[in-house]
């Protein structure tokens, strides 16, 4: 995972201090501690420039849980003609899967719709890991828990815009690549215990995911989300 062509990384005194904090969190050995004020530093300074970020993630999540209501309701058929998918019924669950993650993506040129698709992408790959028939698939969606989504997809949303920005630093850090992708993991999973220990679940059951108040739910958690690494470096 690396940095988009032609990206160009935001500039400033905050944007210079996560760099060092690269550099620190390596000469740390990958701490816990040197991981947290790297990814505190990171949220600090991309906070500027992330509204365009939050308004795509939500639109990808909306179209998921929109989706995921309607399969509880009318079944994964009916579903796919609702959203304009007809055309995908009766193909295999491997089709299915595909053409769904298309339509959950925006599939811009924006690279944090790029990022929020990439999040959106490994999210799915996932949750249908496992599987292997309509009906397994029908029950993946109608089983999907909404403040759970919404927790599992930011969490992914926060790891890939990480490493968007830091993974060619973090590989030219390491000895091999190897050890790069050891400190990659250990990365996430401290992103992840973080967000699971500190993300607050609404108990989240009915809402129009189509409309405004639903993606505007969903940028408000995201930017819940980005406070709480804010929050942890507040407390170091």
Known sequence: MGTSKGYLPPTGHLW??????????????????????????F??????NRNQGNSEISRSSSKVLNFSGLVRSIGLDQALDQVGLGH?????????????????SEGTDS???????QAMQEYMAEMMGSVRSKEELDDAFAKLETD??????????????FFTNFAEKINALC????????????????????????YTRDGMKNMDWRGREGREYIERKCEDVWGIFERWGDSE
């Not at 060092?20 to 530093?41: D, E, F, L, T």
């Not at 949220?43 to 500027?48: D, G, L, Q, T």
């Not at 759970?148 to 815009?161: A, E």
């Open 16 to 41: 210079s201090e996560s760099k060092r904090a690269i550099s620190s969190m390596n000469r740390n050995g990958y701490s816990s501690a040197s991981i947290g004020k790297a990814v505190s530093s």
């Open 43 to 48: 949220s600090k300074a991309s906070k500027v």
């Open 88 to 104: 995908l019924k009766g193909q295999s669950p491997q089709k299915v899967f595909e053409g769904l993650i298309d339509y959950f």
């Open 111 to 117: 690279l944090q719709q790029s990022i929020a698709d």
């Open 148 to 161: 759970l989504f919404i927790q599992d997809f930011l969490t992914k949303y926060v790891q890939v815009s």
């Open 175 to 198: 000895k091999d690549i190897g050890q790069a992708l050891k400190m990659q993991g250990r990365i996430k999973e401290f992103i992840r215990l973080e967000i699971a220990s500190n």
